[in-house]
């Protein structure tokens, strides 16, 4: 689709160490359609923000595109010029970090950080730093900050997290946008502001029929705002469906275990979650990745990557159970 905001197929990504090539990204697919609102689960090191921040090109520098193709409405990422790169970031997509401690500069006020993204975004013509204040305060106020004026002409330490991540919101979406990710934008938060923050993103962006991609390790959160759930293993996607249909209906080991591993209001105990590790990338298992973990497994999974196989209703899965079936 030429108005698809993101499309990634077959993607390795790998990352040069000091004991050698850490095979981090193992054939990632993943779309995004216009307006639709994307979730990534899986466990810590699995590859999400490295999926990430391959779409927007600003991954470390020992990092290694080893193969696939990220496309942009249509256009190669992959293959874009800096200045192409430039005007992706600048104009058509933004990003809301993990740390905005670590997203806003320490030394700059939050009016001159603000001002500098609206300026690298839009054409203008020469204006002093009090033209752009009345648009700095409308952002502010967009994602429920209190006493906007004061927050303009405050360093980021004298605010708190919750009002240094709304900061980094308004800065997201300083300008008109295609796509939004949201990196696990709750998780240096308190519990109390969480649920404040994502319904706050989530009203915004169906404002501006945004399409957005939600990293989150909080499974609830994932339900009550995403339309469609991406499962993520190892570097691997293993399952794919809407979001009604993927938690009421969940097929591979991977994604049983994951919300087996839930802890739920009704009680009955606790769960034992799922037993090993997410693999050494440097010698990862051959086959699927899951399978010294999996509870299921077969001899071939210990041999061959299984295919993604479309099991109907929109619902595909990549696992060997099923190919068989």
């Not at 050698?20 to 995004?32: A, E, F, M, P, Q």
């Not at 293959?79 to 997203?103: C, G, Y």
């Not at 906007?148 to 300083?174: H, K, N, T, W």
Request: net charge positive.
């Amino acid at each position: 689709m030429a108005d698809r905001p993101i499309e990634i197929s077959d993607l390795y990504v790998g990352y040069k160490t000091y004991r050698g090539i850490s095979k981090v990204l193992n054939g990632v697919h993943l779309t995004v359609d216009a307006g639709e609102k994307i979730g990534i689960i899986g466990e810590s090191g699995c590859g999400k923000t490295t999926t990430m921040k391959t779409i927007l090109q600003i991954l470390p520098t020992n990092a290694m595109i080893q193969g696939g193709e990220v496309h942009f409405r249509s256009k190669n990422v992959l293959r874009m010029s800096k200045k192409e790169l430039n005007e992706l970031r600048r104009k058509h997509m933004a990003m809301i970090f993990q740390d905005p401690t670590a997203a806003l500069n320490p030394v700059f006020k939050i009016e001159t950080q603000l001002i500098d993204i609206i300026k690298s975004s839009e054409e203008y013509e020469v204006k002093k730093k009090e033209d752009f204040r009345p648009k700095c305060i409308r952002l502010l106020k967009e994602v429920a900050l209190p006493d906007p004026e004061r927050v303009l002409d405050s360093y980021p330490f004298q605010l708190s997290g919750g009002m240094r991540q709304r900061v980094c919101i308004a800065m997201a979406l300083a300008t008109p946008r295609y796509l939004l990710i949201a990196d696990e934008p709750t998780t240096n938060l308190d519990v109390t502001i969480q649920d404040q923050v994502l319904l706050l993103i989530k009203n915004i962006v169906e404002k501006r029929q945004l399409s957005v991609i939600l990293i989150s390790q909080a499974l609830g959160a994932v339900k009550g705002f995403v339309n469609r759930v991406y499962v993520m293993y190892a570097g691997s996607t293993v399952e794919v469906a809407e979001t009604e249909e993927l938690f009421s209906n969940p097929l591979h080991p991977y994604t049983k275990g994951l919300l087996e591993s839930t802890p739920k209001l009704t009680g009955g105990g606790f769960s034992e979650g799922i037993k090993g590790r997410v693999p050494d990338y440097i010698n990862p298992p051959s086959g699927c990745r899951f399978h010294p973990r999996c509870n299921q497994v077969l001899s071939r999974c210990k041999k061959e990557k299984p295919p993604f196989i479309d099991t109907g209703r929109d619902h595909g899965v990549a696992c060997w159970l099923y190919h068989k079936k």
